[in-house]
Structure formats: structure tokens, C-alpha cells
């Protein structure tokens, strides 16, 4: 749907590919970097891509007990974060088979998958493994400073001019 209409509007938007840790550490810290990130994807700076396997890893993370403890994290908030996900991304299958890319943790590979079948822009993360590749398939992969960054300042709220 998100690709059609934009292709019908002669627009593009940055597509863009977020691993699990960006997604966790929005919930944990509302004003700090990745929540910053979030926001911009819920006020339309960028289109988030997403599959079915990157839902599930988030889901997982989120009900890790001790993470929800600490955190004080709430089926509430796990749940809207998840309807997010399916429903307001440019969703992909996941089920490109790629060839073994990151043998120290190999899991990551569904961000690599989502990003080559998305045709993303950028693929956002945290994690050592996905950001020593440094790109995938031409796809730079990027911190979440970095991001911002390319995004400019505004990213709390839409364009007014």
C-alpha cells in the first residue's frame, strides 16, 4: 500500500529498516535518542520497513520479565508498539533466503533480509555485529545519532512550511 501511493504521488521517502534494540531502548528512555527516532517515524519523516520476523523479535525482547520489571514496561505498551508494526509499516515477507552474513550472531540476518526486499535506504541499529558490516547490498547501516542526524532537526513534529 505505502509503496503505491507514494510512487503515484512522485515521492520518495526514505525507507528505512529498525533492529529490535532501537525499538526496545524507544520504550525504555521516552526522550532520548530512539524514542526521538520513533517519533519521527509516527510523524512521517521516514517510511518504516518491517516483516513478520523482526514483529516477533521485538515481541520477544519486550517479554523478557526482567526487562519488563526494571522498566515497568506494560502489556499495554508492548501491545501498541506491536499494532504499530503490523499496521502502520511497509511490511515485507522476510523470507528472502540471503547467504550466512553474520556467523557471531546470525538472528540479525532478518534486518539484512527486510532492508534487500524493501529496497531500504538505510538499515538503524545499535547492535556491534549489524553495524560492523558497515552495508548490506549497498544499504548503509547506521547508528541512531546518525540518523537523526541525516534527518535534520525537526523530527519531533511535521514540516510547517
Not at 45 to 67: D, G, M, N, T, W
Not at 78 to 88: F, I, K, P, S, V
Not at 139 to 158: D, K, M, Q, S
Request: charged share 20%; proline share 4%.
Amino acid at each position: 500500500m505505502w509503496r503505491q501511493l507514494l510512487m503515484r504521488c512522485g515521492l520518495h521517502m526514505l525507507k528505512i529498516v529498525l533492529d529490535t534494540n532501537v525499538f526496545v531502548s524507544s520504550l525504555l528512555s521516552k526522550h532520548g535518542a530512539p524514542a526521538q527516532v520513533l517519533t519521527a517515524w509516527r510523524n512521517r519523516h521516514f517510511l518504516l520497513c518491517c516483516s513478520p520476523a523482526i514483529v516477533r523479535e521485538v515481541q520477544r525482547v519486550l517479554a523478557y520479565p526482567k526487562l519488563r520489571d526494571k522498566y515497568q514496561l506494560t502489556t499495554a505498551h508492548t501491545n501498541a508498539l506491536l499494532e504499530l508494526l503490523r499496521h502502520d509499516t511497509f511490511l515485507v515477507s522476510g523470507e528472502t533466503v540471503i547467504a550466512p552474513t553474520i556467523p557471531n550472531d546470525p538472528t540479525d540476518e532478518i534486518f539484512l533480509i527486510c532492508a534487500l526486499e524493501a529496497a531500504a535506504d538505510l538499515i538503524v541499529s545499535g547492535d556491534r555485529h549489524l553495524l560492523e558490516l558497515g552495508t548490506y547490498a549497498n544499504i548503509p547501516i547506521v547508528t541512531v545519532t546518525a540518523l537523526l542526524e541525516r534527518l535534520g532537526g525537526n523530527v519531533t513534529g511535521r514540516d510547517t512550511g
